[in-house]
Each structure stands twice: as C-alpha cells, then as structure tokens.
C-alpha cells in the first residue's frame, strides 16, 4: 500500500474554503472554493484503504473512489480521472451537488472520532484538473452504427444514456421540452450549488460528440409519441418528475403561495439572463417579503437559500419534523443558518391567511410520537398550539410527482405503477411497449441526480444489448445453413 496514505490520524478532515455568508449572499456564485493540488493531496491521503470500502458499496454509481483517492494523493491526476470517469459521466457534477454526507462520506469507516475523508470535494478537483489540461474528450465512437435512439428527456438520466450510447456508435436524438440541456440541472438547482456553465460546458461535449439535441418540443403536444416512436429503433423515456405535491389545508389557493419548482425556475432563468416576467413583477421575487418555505428536503434548502439572495424581509423553514429527521443534507441546513434562514422544527402548517393573498400561515407545533412501519416517528399536533407566520411569499417544497404519463404523450400504451410512475422490467428497463425504455425519476420518483446517473448507464447498456439481440434476429441466414 502506497506510503502516502492512512493519514487520517494526524491529518484533520478539510472542506474548501467557503465564502463568507455575508459575501456570498450577495450573488448566486458557488459558495465553496476549489481545493488546490496541495490541499487534494493532503485530503486524499486520509483514506484508509479499508478492505471494505462502504463509500463505495453505498454510491449509487460504486464510482472506485478509494482507488482515485489514492492516485490524487500520489499526483496521478489522469489516471485518477480517468478512473473517475469510467464510472460517472458527471463526476464534476456530482462532486458539487451529491449529499455526500448522506452517501458516501456519510459511510466512510474512519468517520467516528476522526471525521470522514472529503470525497465530493476531491472528485470536484480530479474532473476540474482533467477539463483545465485538456484530458476530458467528447465520444469518439470506433464505429458509426445506422441504429438510432430517441431520448425524451434532458435531465441528467438522459444526458448519461446519450453519452454511453454513442460511445457505442449509435446515432443519438435527444428530444426536451425545455430551451437548454440539463433538467433540473440548469432550472431546479440553485448557481450557488451548481453555476450553469458547468453544466452548459457538459452540454457542449455531448454536442461535439455527436449527439443531436431537439429543444422546445413538447412530446405529445408538438410531435406524437408513435411519431417519435417511428423514427428510432428504440426510445428512452427520461422525462423526470415535476408535478408539485399540494398540501390540502385552508387558504391554499390564496395569491403568493407558489410551488417550489417554479419559484426556482423563474430565478435560475433570471440568473441565465432571460426576460422573466414573473420575476419583475414580484409574483416569484422575495425581494422585500417575509418569506415562508413549507418543506425539509434539499429543494427546501435550495427555496431558502435563494429568498436570502432576493434579499427578503425574513426567510423562514416550516418543517413537522426536527432537525436530526430531516431528509436534506445537514450540509445545506448549516449553509442556511449561517445565511439567516430561520428554522422552525416541529410546525406545519394548518392553514393561510389572508383575503385574496397570503398574510401569514397558521402553523401547529408538533410532537414526534411512536415509530410507524417505516421506522420514523409520525408527527401528532399538539392541540391549542397554533400561531401565526407573517408571510408574503410562501413556497410549497413537499417534493414531486410524475404527470399523468398516458395524458402527458397521448398514448394509452405505457404501463404506470399505482404511484404514476413509468412501470418497467428492472432487469431490461423496457416498458410495456416493445423497444421503449425508462429511467430516471419517472421510473424511480423523484431522487438524487446520482441515481438519474446511474438509470441512465444502466438503460443504455439494455437498449445496447435489445438492439444487437434484434439484428441478430433479423440478420438473413448464412448460405448453407441449413433449411
């Protein structure tokens, strides 16, 4: 084993240096800097080299990282990326956004009394060393296949299974009903966690690679399902989730209480520089608001994190549960605090306020009581405890749900599950329909872009094999083979 590592003993864990909250709040720039060699070196060589890298096994990818850790340490920086790569077509993403102390940081067997080694962070240097030398290359297929593949969907499922599959030689159609690549990518998460030119840099290299982007088609609206459908050998429905959950409660209907989806589109549209009426007119700006965000996930974290930067009177988190039972990264709670978000543990709210806009919501404190079936407390209001929220701006961030798929594409023939998502064969993907595939969160609800990843290698290693094994089938007989 490499002398250069196990230093976790006399060496402290070490993020990057983080901006000052009251300077960062001032843009949506990425809030953390990038490791220099010296600092990945040193970070990377805390890694034990456990005989059972649980960091790994608990990766949705398995991405090799015990092996790329060392490589850093030892300054093989390309040989360290293009292990790396071989396992994440976004790795430079992933180091950014992943809830690496949920996944694998939070698995890292070196953690208790010595913290674990700073995984997301050395990925992030690996791929940014590997773009700034040159070493990062667009597909370049050994052979051209007539085989083609439409793709419904620009999310980050999609974006992985357009890269695999023409590594392979296919000719790739990706289709999107947005104007840019990416998904939640560019519109759902904040620049302060992923600056749009990282993502529109992966976008160029798809581009130079040879797959074809088809923007602002609206399947099913502007083209049909079975016209789509007629123009490729196979089809891979990566669409993901963003129909908003609602919360049934009185007043919900009331002006000024919005979903997060939409409040985080119209500010990353703002930040892209295009013309957002919603945005000049206040209808989705906090500027000057008392702002109430209902949700403890990390779009949640994301709704606070961007009313700070509006500038809002007062940003505030309702969530039922308290802190330690969160679903989002403890990582993004901590950013929060220290930008002057308040949270309010155990509330929910009961109902809004207000005669044609939202005033205040009127919340419930709640007390956690015995475990249920999925092991977690369930939430039980304490009668008589209402209160009252000012609010102006309120932002729904109970999570996503798939759209009503047969109504979205105008096809009957797509099997859905009883929660609506996309029903597939997990061992082939393939939906009810002969030659269509699905991944993603339309396949999976809604979940971590690293798992989009993960569907979308997977699906195109199905759609690989399902179309070698359909022209074998079809490939004429061999003279003399026999009658």
């Given at each position: 084993?490499?002398?250069?590592?196990?230093k976790?003993?006399a060496?402290?864990?070490a993020?990057?240096?983080?901006?000052?909250?009251?300077a960062?709040?001032?843009?949506?720039?990425?809030?953390?800097?990038?490791?220099?060699?010296?600092?990945?070196?040193?970070?990377?060589?805390?890694?034990?080299?456990?005989?059972?890298?649980?960091?790994?096994t608990?990766?949705?990818?398995?991405n090799?990282?015990?092996?790329w850790?060392m490589?850093?340490?030892?300054?093989?920086?390309?040989e360290?990326?293009?292990?790396?790569?071989?396992t994440?077509?976004?790795p430079?993403?992933?180091?950014?956004i992943?809830?690496?102390?949920?996944?694998c940081?939070?698995?890292?067997?070196i953690?208790k009394?010595?913290?674990?080694?700073?995984?997301?962070?050395v990925?992030k240097?690996?791929?940014e060393?590997a773009?700034?030398e040159?070493w990062?290359?667009?597909?370049?297929?050994?052979?051209?296949l007539?085989?083609?593949?439409?793709?419904?969907?620009?999310?980050p499922?999609?974006?992985?299974?357009?890269?695999?599959?023409?590594?392979?030689?296919?000719?790739?159609?990706?289709?999107d009903?947005?104007?840019?690549i990416?998904?939640?990518?560019?519109?759902?998460i904040?620049?302060?966690?992923?600056?749009?030119s990282?993502?529109?840099?992966?976008?160029?290299?798809?581009?130079?690679?040879?797959?074809?982007f088809?923007?602002?088609?609206d399947?099913?609206?502007?083209?049909?399902?079975?016209?789509?459908?007629?123009k490729?050998?196979?089809?891979?429905?990566?669409?993901?989730?963003?129909?908003?959950?609602?919360?049934n409660?009185?007043?919900s209907?009331?002006?000024?209480?919005?979903?997060?989806l939409?409040?985080l589109?119209?500010?990353?549209?703002?930040?892209?520089?295009?013309?957002?009426?919603?945005?000049?007119?206040?209808?989705?700006?906090?500027?000057g608001?008392?702002v109430?965000?209902?949700?403890?996930?990390?779009?949640a974290?994301?709704?606070?994190?961007?009313?700070?930067?509006q500038?809002?009177?007062?940003?505030?988190?309702?969530?039922?549960?308290?802190?330690?039972n969160?679903?989002?990264?403890?990582?993004?709670?901590?950013n929060?605090?220290?930008e002057?978000?308040i949270?309010?543990?155990l509330?929910?709210p009961q109902?809004?306020l207000?005669?044609?806009?939202v005033?205040?919501?009127?919340?419930?404190?709640?007390?956690?009581g015995q475990?249920d079936?999925?092991?977690?407390?369930?939430?039980?209001?304490?009668?008589g405890?209402?209160?009252?929220?000012?609010?102006d701006?309120?932002i729904?961030a109970?999570?996503?749900?798939?759209e009503?798929?047969p109504k979205?594409?105008?096809?009957?023939?797509?099997?859905?599950?009883k929660w609506?998502?996309i029903?597939?064969?997990w061992?082939?993907?393939?939906t009810s329909?002969?030659g269509v595939?699905a991944a993603g969160d339309i396949?999976?609800?809604?979940?971590?872009?690293?798992?989009g990843?993960r569907?979308?290698r997977d699906?195109?290693e199905?759609?690989?094999?399902?179309?070698?094994?359909?022209?074998?089938?079809?490939?004429p007989?061999?003279?003399?083979?026999?009658?």
């Open positions: 084993m490499s002398s250069k590592m196990l976790f003993v060496t402290e864990k993020m990057p240096s983080k901006r000052k909250a009251d960062r709040v001032a843009d949506f720039d990425e809030i953390y800097d990038d490791f220099d060699v010296e600092a990945a070196e040193t970070q990377a060589s805390r890694c034990s080299q456990c005989g059972v890298p649980f960091c790994q608990n990766c949705p990818l398995h090799n990282i015990p092996d850790l490589m850093t340490a030892e300054g093989r920086m390309q360290a990326y293009e292990l790396s790569s071989q994440n077509n976004f430079e993403i992933c180091g950014r992943c809830p690496q102390d949920r996944l940081e939070g698995s890292c067997v953690e009394g010595f913290e674990s080694v700073t995984i997301g962070a990925e240097h690996i791929t060393t773009f700034a040159g990062v290359k667009p597909a370049a297929p050994r052979e051209e007539e085989e083609s593949v439409g793709i419904i969907g620009a999310g499922a999609g974006l992985a299974a357009a890269e695999m599959l023409r590594h392979r030689g296919y000719q790739v159609h990706v289709y009903r947005y104007d840019r990416g998904g939640l990518l560019i519109y759902g904040p620049g302060f966690k992923l600056e749009k990282i993502v529109e840099r992966r976008g160029k290299l798809l581009r130079d690679g040879g797959v074809h088809h923007l602002n088609i399947i099913g609206a502007d083209v049909t399902f079975s016209e789509i459908r007629a490729h050998d196979a089809i891979l429905v990566a669409t993901g989730v963003y129909k908003a959950r609602d919360l409660a009185p007043g209907g009331l002006d000024g209480i919005v979903p997060a939409d409040y589109t119209t500010s990353n549209r703002k930040s892209l520089g295009d013309d957002v009426p919603a945005f000049e007119d206040g209808r989705l700006n906090a500027e608001k008392d109430v965000v209902i949700g403890g996930g990390d779009t974290m994301d709704c606070v994190r961007t009313a700070i930067r500038n809002a009177k007062s940003v505030s988190c309702l969530y039922r549960r308290d802190k330690a969160m679903p989002g990264s403890q990582r993004e709670v901590q929060a605090e220290e002057g978000v949270f309010k543990w509330s929910a109902a809004f207000g005669d044609d806009k005033t205040a919501v009127q919340a419930q404190s709640i007390h956690l475990p079936a999925t092991g977690r407390q369930v939430p039980q209001v304490i009668e405890s209402s209160h009252n929220m000012p609010a701006l309120v729904k109970l999570g996503f749900d798939p009503d798929m979205m594409f105008g096809d009957d023939g797509l099997g859905v599950t609506g998502t029903s597939i064969d061992k082939t993907m393939m329909q002969n595939f396949v999976r609800g809604a979940s971590l872009v690293v798992w990843v569907d979308g699906a195109a199905q759609i690989d094999a399902w179309i070698m094994q359909q022209a074998e089938a079809n490939a007989r061999r003279a003399g083979s026999g009658s």
